[in-house]
Every structure is written in structure tokens, then in C-alpha cells.
Nanobody, 124 residues
Framework: QVQLVESGGGSVQAGGSLRLSCAASENTLCMAWFREAPGKEREGVAVIRADGIRSLSDSVKGRFTVSRDNAKNTLYLEMNNLKPEDTAMYYC?????????????????????WGQGTQVTVSS
């Protein structure tokens, strides 16, 4: 059972930056960030495979960067120029068997392991 622990969330003003981290108990093939805003479905934000192949959703491209340190079993999400619509609970997800790199079709069911989430709040 892979354990995932997110950190780095917080409250910032629009235009600000945050860096989320997700520490995994072991390395996995695929790691991703999802977010869930109140009243909305959980959506994929970024995904990265162990070899570094990655994808970002259109809504965050140019503002967010996803990376991972395989030596530290840690996933990162660098978030710049944050907007109020980025406000959500951000979840780290991982899977050891496959890695969907198409953000548009990526679903919760594609990942077998989840963290507890970290809240990001962006005020205008």
C-alpha cells in the first residue's frame, strides 16, 4: 500500500505562488495532481510518469509546473500567477501499473492511491 502525504497548501492573493509537495512511501510509475472545488467534480491538473513524461491541463498551462524527484519519492506542483478559480482541495494520486497522460480523459479511477489533500485558497 503506497502512502501519500501532501503539504504546501495555504492562502494567497491572486497573482501569488505556492509549491505543493507529495511525499510517497515508495516510488510509483505514475503520479498526478487532482483538485476539487466546492460543488465541482474532481479534475486532473497534472500528471507525470517516472521517466519524466508529463502533461498539464489547459487551465494551468503556463502557470503551473509539475515535477518529481524519484530519489526522494516526491511529487511537486509549482503554482504561479494563482487565480481565485484555482481555489480547491488539491490531491496527490499515484499508480504503479499504468499512466494516463491525456489530462482530458484522466479519471479518479485511473489511480489506486490517494493522499488526504491540501487546501489552496486564492483571494482576489
Amino acid at each position: 500500500q503506497v502512502q501519500l502525504v501532501e503539504s504546501g497548501g495555504g492562502s494567497v492573493q491572486a497573482g501569488g505562488s505556492l509549491r505543493l509537495s507529495c511525499a510517497a512511501s515508495e516510488n510509483t510509475l505514475c503520479m498526478a495532481w487532482f483538485r476539487e472545488a466546492p460543488g465541482k467534480e474532481r479534475e486532473g491538473v497534472a500528471v507525470i510518469r517516472a521517466d519524466g513524461i508529463r502533461s498539464l491541463s489547459d487551465s494551468v498551462k503556463g502557470r503551473f509546473t509539475v515535477s518529481r524527484d524519484n530519489a526522494k519519492n516526491t511529487l511537486y506542483l509549482e503554482m504561479n500567477n494563482l487565480k481565485p478559480e484555482d481555489t480547491a482541495m488539491y490531491y496527490c494520486a499515484a499508480d504503479g501499473w499504468h499512466c494516463p497522460l491525456d489530462i482530458a480523459t484522466m479519471r479518479r479511477g485511473d489511480f489506486g492511491y490517494w493522499g488526504q489533500g491540501t487546501q489552496v485558497t486564492v483571494s482576489s
